[in-house]
């Protein structure tokens, strides 16, 4: 059966600092990943994805994502975190085995960015 | 910016009570899903629909749920007969068009439901 893992429910890191949010996947077939984010009272947003080609995707707000197929990781990163990056991180993949229509979420990391 | 929109934001029911969780998509989406996130729990997918009728559905989309587009704007879900373990988040989400597996889908800031 399909899985994503996020293993650490908490990520605090200092303003300044680079960040790193984990997330390894199980699936069948070629996988779909994504990334969202959730602030307070807001929705999922995208941030970015990687479905095929360059194994380093870049997404919005200066992030940036490595696919990496041997460890079936898909970490999200920045090279200097601003307070404002605090939020829910969702780790997502879709594929053929999840079914051609829907996400297969993480259970998410909090990211708290430390003045 | 265009976005997701769902109302209530928080709904609270009694048990056995049936609801109505609304949801505006995006005016030029055409693919329109329910997920679920139980707290403390990862986001679940609930079901997809396209075309004015469902396209997959999970296990958990069993008879008590449904879905209904009934204005061209408006999408909901219905539980006919809510149980304690309906207390959720409930995300509607949408999508433009594309490839089904790799174009990203927009989500709106959900309905909290509390079922008593």
């Known amino acids: 059966a399909q899985s994503v893992a996020q293993p650490e429910d908490q990520v605090n890191v200092a303003e300044g600092n680079p960040l790193t949010v984990k997330c390894t996947y199980s699936?069948?077939?070629?996988?779909?990943l994504f990334w969202y984010v959730q602030y307070p009272n807001r929705g999922l947003q995208f941030l970015l994805k990687?479905?095929?080609?360059?194994?380093l995707v870049k997404g919005s707000y200066g992030f940036e994502a490595e696919f990496n197929k041997s460890q079936t990781s898909f970490h999200l990163k920045k090279p200097s975190a601003l307070v404002s990056d605090s939020a829910l991180y969702f780790c997502?993949?879709?594929?053929?085995?999840?079914?051609?229509?829907?996400?297969?979420f993480g259970t998410g990391t909090r990211l708290t960015v430390i003045p | 910016e265009p976005e997701v929109t769902q109302t209530p934001s928080h709904q609270v029911t009694q048990m056995g009570q049936e609801v109505i969780l609304r949801c505006v998509p995006i005016?030029?989406?055409?693919?329109f899903y329910w997920y679920r996130q139980i707290l403390g729990q990862k986001v679940e997918f609930l079901v997809s629909?396209?075309?004015?009728?469902?396209?997959?559905k999970s296990e958990i989309f069993d008879d008590q749920f449904s879905v209904e587009r009934p204005d061209g704007s408006n999408f909901t879900l219905k539980i006919r007969s809510t149980k304690l373990e309906d207390s959720a988040m409930y995300f509607c989400?949408?999508?433009?068009?594309?490839?089904?597996?790799?174009?990203?889908?927009?989500f709106g800031p959900g309905t909290r439901l509390t079922v008593l």
């Open positions: 699936v069948s077939g070629n996988p779909y």
């Open positions: 997502a993949v879709s594929s053929y085995q999840t079914g051609a229509n829907n996400l297969f």
């Open positions: 990687y479905i095929t080609g360059d194994n």
């Open positions: 005016s030029n989406h055409l693919y």
């Open positions: 629909f396209y075309n004015n009728e469902i396209s997959e």
């Open positions: 989400a949408s999508r433009a068009g594309g490839h089904p597996l790799s174009g990203e889908q927009f």
